[in-house]
């Protein structure tokens, strides 16, 4: 089947995020309230996901869109049901390590050719899974399919996020706003922040565990410059960027499964990263679930450009 051009309902396809045009400066809604700017932080680390659940790319600068980060889980493995497939199953997808070259997303894994993907091609529609939710999507072709399937062993395809459909987070967390994402697993974008993930480290060397690294939380911002876990208690973001004034609202803590245990080097599993925060990081809040992170929607600012090194100023948000 002949590839076909997706038409990305993006303000600006960014295949190099070093050389991106800014878009014209538009102003914050007046809906939304002032940030008094009870914390004040800085980006520290800017991370995409392009396929869902493999390895991330870190970015000194990136494109805000509606639904998050650039690119950011706009693929998505699935199996022969056309569900999706994560660490959770297939570890090894952690070691898939994804990079983007002049408008191609290059994907290499440990004893495989590199695969090659066009970011504005398809093959084909297709129906999609991703939690309770079936969208429509666009399937990458054989080629891709064959190259998932030959490195993690069982049938599977590598499908596109399709762009004219709007996957909605839970209106429960976000009070009723419409806030669309991806192939995320509920939310556009996770913060975390570094003292966060100091505190995490200081527990497991006094146990006598070697320290781990922020890829295990697969956040897209990382903020430093804070208290251990002060995200808990974050209520709207404002991000000095370049464009249009950045708006995030922090909706709900991120609960933990699994893949922190794995080993992003090895794909690996132990438990004592997992073991570790369950002793301090079960909140009452979330029904006794580990949570670490916090899940953040888009309010304002599509088009802008995030940078790391870049000013956040937040409210605290007392439930």
């Known amino acids: 089947m002949t590839p076909r051009r997706l038409s990305l309902c993006r303000p600006h396809l960014c295949p190099d995020p070093c050389t991106m045009t800014v878009p014209a400066s538009t102003p914050v809604p007046e809906s939304l309230p002032d940030v008094a700017g009870d914390l004040q932080a800085r980006i520290a680390g800017l991370f995409i996901y392009p396929v869902k659940s493999c390895a991330g790319i870190a970015l000194q600068e990136t494109l805000l869109t509606e639904t998050g980060l650039d690119l950011d889980r706009a693929w998505m493995v699935v199996d022969e049901s056309g569900a999706f497939v994560t660490q959770r199953d297939a570890p090894r997808m952690a070691l898939v ?27 084909a529609p297709a129906r999609v899974r991703v939690w309770n939710d079936e969208v429509p999507a666009w399937d990458m072709g054989d080629v891709a399919a064959q190259w998932f399937s030959d490195f993690l062993g069982r049938p599977l395809r590598l499908v596109r996020f399709d762009p004219d459909h709007r996957r909605l987070s839970s209106m429960k967390w976000t009070g009723g706003v ?7 697993d509920g939310y556009p974008i996770l913060v975390a922040s570094q003292a966060s993930l100091d505190g995490l480290n200081q527990r497991l060397q006094a146990a006598g565990h070697a320290p781990v690294g922020m890829a295990r ?51 690996l599993s132990d438990p004592a990263v997992g073991d ?37 100023r937040a409210d605290w948000r007392f439930d």
């Not at 419409?178 to 995320?184: I, L, M």
């Not at 911002?221 to 004034?245: F, K």
Request: glycine content about 10%.
């Open 178 to 184: 419409e806030a669309p994402n991806q192939f995320a």
């Open 97 to 123: 390590q994804p990079a983007l070259r002049r408008g191609d997303l290059v994907l290499r894994a440990p004893g495989m050719l590199a695969l090659h993907l066009a970011t504005d091609r398809v093959e």
């Open 217 to 267: 939380f697969r956040p897209n911002l990382v903020l430093d410059g804070t208290e251990a876990h002060d995200e808990d208690q974050l209520g709207h973001l404002l991000i000095e960027a370049e464009g249009p004034a950045v708006r995030l609202q922090a909706v709900k803590p991120c609960t933990r499964c699994p893949i922190p245990n794995i080993d992003p080097a090895t794909a």
């Open 276 to 312: 570790t925060l369950q002793a301090y990081r079960s909140l009452p809040s979330m029904g006794g679930q580990i949570c670490f992170g916090m899940n953040l929607i888009v309010r304002a600012g599509e088009g802008a450009v995030l940078r790391v090194g870049q000013t956040v």
